[in-house]
Antibody
Framework: EVQLVESGGGLVQPGGSLRLSCAAS????????MNWVRQAPGKGLEWVSY????????YYADSVKGRFTTSRDNAKNSLYLQMNSLRAEDTAVYYC?????????????WGQGTLVTVSS | QSALTQPASVSGSPGQSITISCTGT?????????VSWYQQHPGKAPKLIIY???NRPSGVSNRFSGSKSGNTASLTISGLQAEDEADYYC??????????FGGGTKVTVL
């Protein structure tokens, strides 16, 4: 059974930093690309980042480019999101998600999410 | 990276069929057969119900179907049931190798 467990969320002041983790199990993590998706309270879904299995290619949404860094450790079956220069508008539940079947351009399995609150 | 356009809400009676549209551009929806759809109940993580325009993951009811014409993708829910009341989101791959979501549609079962 595929399991994704996010952690590391919490309350942080504007301008601060936070590192999220996503622990994966139930599939060969090292063979799959991964995604981060976020959802502000009461709002819709927003794609944040995508990383290929080898970490050689990473894409970001314009809203986080230059502030967020996605990485992974295939030996630890873990995905990370380093968030710097946080703003109030980064307040959201952050989900990690696997790619969907065939093309891999959707999001098949999701974690339960971790809440990040940026506030003074 | 403008969000895809979805109607804010759609409603229907039990047993009816409803269709949710998802409009983008030739740089996303219209350019690739990589549209996916998600169902999200309150307080829960999204669930994939359609991928690559019209494919259903294993275990998803065949009452859900997807299609695309030009820059607009559509999700149809047939035989509407009370459990289908939820928020629905579309997503597409883009020419920038990024992904983009629609703003979401709240489905109400009357």
């Amino acid at each position: 059974e595929v399991q994704l467990v996010e952690s590391g969320g919490g309350l942080v002041q504007p301008g601060g930093s936070l590192r999220l983790s996503c622990a994966a199990s139930g599939f060969t993590f090292s063979s799959y690309s991964m995604n981060w998706v976020r959802q502000a309270p009461g709002k819709g879904l927003e794609w944040v980042s995508y990383i290929v299995s080898s970490s050689s290619t990473i894409y970001y949404a314009d809203s986080v480019k230059g502030r967020f860094t996605t990485s992974r450790d295939n030996a630890k079956n873990s995905l990370y999101l380093q968030m710097n220069s946080l703003r109030a508008e980064d307040t959201a539940v952050y989900y990690c998600a696997t790619p969907s079947g065939n093309s891999g351009y959707g999001f098949e399995y999701w974690g339960q999410g971790t809440l990040v609150t940026v506030s003074s | 990276q403008s969000a895809l356009t979805q109607p804010a809400s759609v409603s229907g009676s039990p047993g009816q069929s409803i269709t949710i549209s998802c409009t983008g551009t030739s740089s996303d929806v219209g350019g690739y057969n990589y549209v996916s759809w998600y169902q999200q109940h309150p307080g829960k993580a999204p669930k994939l119900i359609i991928y690559d325009v019209g494919n259903r993951p294993s275990g998803v009811s065949n009452r859900f179907s997807g299609s695309k014409s030009g820059n607009t993708a559509s999700l149809t829910i047939s035989g509407l049931q009370a459990e289908d009341e939820a928020d629905y989101y579309c997503s597409s791959y883009t020419s920038s190798s990024t992904r983009v979501f629609g703003g979401g549609t709240k489905v109400t079962v009357l």
